[in-house]
């Protein structure tokens, strides 16, 4: 063959291939910008089916934009979004435990969200909502939802050993010492991190915490090591469940509803998720005046977060807009334990005509604090703290009958550690 | 005089073996040369996985050694391997040794056997939970038919690691039962007859024939067992999350929490060399009494 006839010939090959190119580039310049939305597992398996639907509902009306839905379980939750961040792969968007959004906007992962604040206006969101997502005078995500954790009793066991619903600490303990016995428990709890949330929820009732209001680690300030000691005293009446100890949350959670145990701690929307014949014998507590005849309980404000890695932060952002203005039918579809951060979503019948999530709007949540009580606002360190094992160990301690001298210390030295950073 | 080096270049087939050798040299160092290399660069840093911080020597190392953590962790994981090693060691070897005599049914006792190593961790797990999680479980409601008190198993620390060390025996000794019977069967049946007709007593057999004859493949499976053992994530957490109050913890769990739950990493990883080194301490000095004689 000569020479000419081979240049030839290339060029030709050269000139197909820049037309294959240019093609697909046009291409490429048509497809839709591809989202991914890792979302948590919620509640029960109706809710990843609901927000599934709102995602394909998005997915319709924007055409340029296609956003893949992904529901992340809980277990490992924290390994998985810093693997996926530490490789480079985060997602674009994220629903997220309570604190991972301050933890991860001080580790310059996600993009602060002070602009949809604005465009959507911060009289918007229940009152409390939006101080648990600012930090460094950023919103370092959206709230979504309120996570409010307060004890639930049984009616049936209640009424079976002829008692009232206890009003304060000393009403609860008489209350839990009298209906003990034959295999059934005044208190049920777990070990894991569900588990220290007795600890939060006492200690604030008695208005204190992890932290006095200088930001000091107060495990052992008079007001929390009297909420310890009234737990330590319900182990000593033999009312705590001794499985509690080796129990996982939802463990705790099948106990009660098994009718062994009349209280728990857990969120107002949870009786939805007992057996329909149990529904009706579940209720909620008062909030209990404390041993200072205080009241209080914790709540978590769970948020939706926009990474850095995200190609594409302004269409996000959109989505993340949309979201949260077309996000009701994961409340009313999804039936999750907690309630939506929107105020005009609480006004739904869903939510005003149900007696528990209506009780836990009116009365818990302006009684609400998260972790960071009595310090307020957040900060990254509460991330650590939240799934620190030394409060599981803690608990599981103070579920064993070890003398709070004993059990405390570490767990304040931990705390220490942790604020130090 | 020719180098080493020179002969070994020269000899025919070198670049031949070199070509032929590479894929695998090259996998052999991104799957474990390359995150080896990261990890101890971790040990030596600060900082998280999301951030990581600087060099700081061996400053991980030295807060680790002086944790009390690590050594209730290291306590848990020799005594965990120990037992495990143990257990499964004996039990593995009795039942080959009645599958070796032949029983009857062998065939369908050697699958049931199996069943506890093929069935998955997750299931295997959750399913002993059940039987043992709480007063109505089915272990106390045999307890409590013969008129004894329930045990809050997975309450108590004693209770928790016993319950621990029976769940990996229960799934490690159908690996050693099916090494071991292997073993058996390839022992000289001449050895036997000769033992038999020096006047030598079933006990005398086992003890002067079986065993020797076995004596390799046991130092190699106990090696396994131990490096299984000591890495094993599964069981402790699964069962008990490494409680309670840390009662089950091990090496490996630690280097999780310190790497996930306080994120920083270079705890983490200098928890899992410190891992290795003992471990191939361990399996150095197993070698060495394998090839005595």
């Known amino acids: ?421 | 005089m020719k180098g080493f080096g020179t002969t070994v270049f020269a000899k025919p087939g070198f670049t031949t073996a070199v070509i032929l050798l590479s894929p695998s040299l090259l996998l052999v160092a991104a799957v474990i040369a390359y995150p080896m290399a990261l990890g101890l660069k971790y040990s030596l840093s600060s900082g998280s996985l999301l951030r990581p911080g600087g060099f700081i020597g061996l400053a991980n190392y030295v807060k680790l050694l002086n944790s009390p953590n690590f050594y209730n962790a290291l306590q848990f994981s020799v005594g965990f391997a120990v037992a495990n090693i143990a257990g499964c060691y004996t039990l593995g070897l009795g039942i080959a040794l009645l599958m070796q005599k032949g029983v009857p049914g062998q065939g369908v006792f050697r699958v049931l056997f199996l069943l506890p190593w093929i069935v998955p961790s997750l299931v295997a797990v959750v399913s002993w939970r059940w039987l043992v999680g709480d007063e109505s479980a089915f272990v106390n409601r045999i307890i409590k038919a013969f008129g004894g008190s329930p045990i809050f198993f997975l309450s108590t620390s004693g209770w928790a690691i016993l319950i621990v060390i029976l769940i990996k025996i229960w799934r490690s000794f159908p690996f050693m039962m099916l090494s071991l019977l292997a073993a058996l069967q390839s022992i000289d049946r001449n050895l036997y007859e000769a033992a038999a007709i020096d006047g030598a007593t079933p006990r005398q057999m086992f003890r002067y024939v079986t065993l020797p004859q076995i004596r390799n493949i046991s130092i190699v499976l106990c090696l396994m067992m131990m490096i299984w053992s000591v890495n094993d994530f599964d069981t402790p957490w699964l069962l008990a999350q490494g409680g309670p109050a840390n009662a089950t913890q091990n090496l490996v769990i630690l280097a999780y929490r310190y790497t996930f739950d306080r994120n920083d990493v270079g705890m983490g990883a200098a928890t899992s060399f410190v891992t290795l080194f003992g471990l191939m301490v361990l399996v150095f000095f197993l070698l060495r009494l394998q090839r005595r004689k």
């Open chain 1, 1 to 421: 063959m000569k020479p000419m006839s081979i240049l030839r010939i290339l060029n030709a090959k050269f000139a197909l291939l820049g037309a294959f190119f240019g093609v697909s580039t046009g291409l490429a310049t048509a497809a839709p910008i591809t989202l991914n939305f890792w979302d948590m597992q919620w509640g029960v398996s109706e809710y990843a089916v609901a927000a599934q639907k709102i995602v394909d509902r998005y997915n319709q009306e924007h055409p340029n934009v296609h956003v893949v839905y992904r529901s992340v379980p809980w277990a490992n939750w924290f390994s998985t979004f810093t693997t996926a961040v530490a490789s480079g792969s985060a997602p674009d968007i994220s629903t997220g435990a309570g604190f991972q959004a301050v933890y991860f906007f001080s580790q310059d992962v996600v993009l602060p969200v002070d602009d949809l604040v604005k465009e959507i206006g911060e009289d918007a969101f229940v009152p409390g909502t939006l101080d648990a997502c600012r930090y460094q005078g950023h919103y370092v995500s959206l709230p979504w939802g309120v996570d409010i954790r307060l004890f639930l009793y049984r009616k049936d066991i209640l009424e079976a050993k002829g008692q009232k619903v206890p009003t304060t600490w000393d009403e609860f303990r008489a209350v839990c010492k009298a209906v003990a016995g034959n295999g059934v428990y005044g208190y049920v709890s777990s070990g894991d991190s569900a588990g220290v949330h007795t600890l939060f929820v006492t200690s604030i009732n008695n208005g204190s915490g992890l932290f006095a209001k200088d930001g000091k680690p107060a495990l052992t300030s008079d007001r929390t090591m009297e909420a310890l000691q009234f737990l330590a005293d319900l182990v000593k009446d033999g009312s705590v469940n001794p499985a509690s100890v080796g129990y996982q949350g939802f463990d705790a959670v099948a106990s009660f509803f098994q009718g062994k145990a009349a209280f728990l701690i857990e969120g107002p929307n949870m009786p939805a998720q007992a057996p329909a014949d149990v529904r009706e014998k579940i209720g909620i507590l008062p909030p209990m005046k404390s041993k200072r005849g205080d009241i209080g309980t914790n709540y978590w404000i769970n948020s939706v977060m926009v990474y850095k890695q995200s190609a594409h932060p302004k269409e996000t952002m959109e989505f993340l807009k949309w979201w949260s203005d077309n996000e009701k039918p994961v409340w009313t579809d999804g039936h999750m334990a907690s309630f939506p951060a929107r105020k005009d979503l609480l006004k739904d019948p869903y939510f005003q005509d149900n007696p528990n999530y209506k009780y836990a709007i009116d009365v818990y949540a302006p009684i609400s604090k998260t972790i960071a009580a009595q310090k307020g606002g957040t900060f990254p360190e509460l991330n650590e703290i939240d799934g620190d094992a030394a409060f599981s160990t803690l608990i599981q301690q103070l579920w064993q009958g070890k003398p709070l001298n004993q059990i405390v210390p570490p767990a304040e030295a931990r705390l220490e550690e942790i604020m130090s950073h």
